[in-house]
């Protein structure tokens, strides 16, 4: 089944804690992103990759970093956690090329920052 | 860059009644136009996309969403909604070959459908 999952599902931590959000997807995509959601602020980007090694920031990086090391993994970082990136968390991925296809969306972190 | 408007945050219907969302973008050239819907608990699904042609397009469930180019907007229809349309919508567009730019979405509604 193609599909694109998240781990972990829900997460609590405290201000400072290093935490990865892993993030896989089994179609071979060349695209992936990272979303976040908020209340009344629907969705944003915060990083994409084109492809393998190639990552860059979207409309709200700050706070975060991404790799790419392989084609099927894309995990967002955060170094030092803080209350306001208390969120909901979506990544993404997509097959590239001259026309854009449908993103198809992993099921959702929920992260809490205390 | 490109941005989204979707006019209702909260929207209240009953069961069989007609729905309308409202959605302008505001980029000068040609979009790729999607919706998007979030049930409860759930990840983002796809309900309908357009790409080129024919600027009536159906999607899952009944949905529609017709693009008005002079208009900037691609709002989404469907004309009998039932009591498990309640989800949220969130309009989205991408610039064709500026993938880098991944989907801008608006700030999306909350539909809420009474029996």
């Known amino acids: 089944e193609a599909q694109v999952t998240q781990n972990p599902r829900y997460l609590i931590t405290v201000t400072g804690k290093k935490l990865t959000v892993t993030c896989s997807q089994n179609m071979n995509h060349e695209y992936m992103s990272w979303y976040r959601q908020d209340p009344g602020l629907g969705l944003r980007q915060i990083y994409y990759s084109m492809n393998v090694e190639v990552t860059d920031k979207g409309d709200v990086p700050e706070g975060y970093k991404v790799s790419r090391k392989e084609k099927r993994n894309f995990p967002l970082i955060l170094e030092s956690p803080s209350p306001n990136q208390t969120s909901l968390y979506f990544c993404a991925s997509t097959s590239s090329g001259s026309s854009y296809n449908e993103q198809f969306f992993g099921p959702g972190t929920r992260l809490t920052v205390l | 860059a490109q941005s989204v408007s979707q006019h209702n945050h909260h929207v209240i219907l009953s069961e069989a009644a007609s729905l309308e969302l409202g959605c302008n973008y505001s980029?000068?050239?040609?979009?790729?136009l999607f919706w998007y819907v979030q049930y409860p608990g759930q990840h983002l699904q796809l309900l309908l996309k357009?790409?080129?042609?024919?600027?009536l397009v159906k999607g899952i469930k009944g949905f529609e969403a017709e693009f008005i180019k002079s208009k900037f907007s691609f709002n989404l229809r469907k004309p009998s909604v039932q009591w498990s349309d309640t989800a949220e919508y969130f309009c989205?567009?991408?610039?064709?070959?500026?993938?880098?730019?991944?989907?801008?979405f608006g700030k999306g509604t909350h539909l809420i459908i009474q029996p």
């Open positions: 357009y790409f080129s042609g024919d600027p």
């Open positions: 989205a567009v991408n610039v064709p070959g500026g993938g880098a730019d991944g989907l801008t």
């Open positions: 980029y000068g050239g040609t979009v790729n």
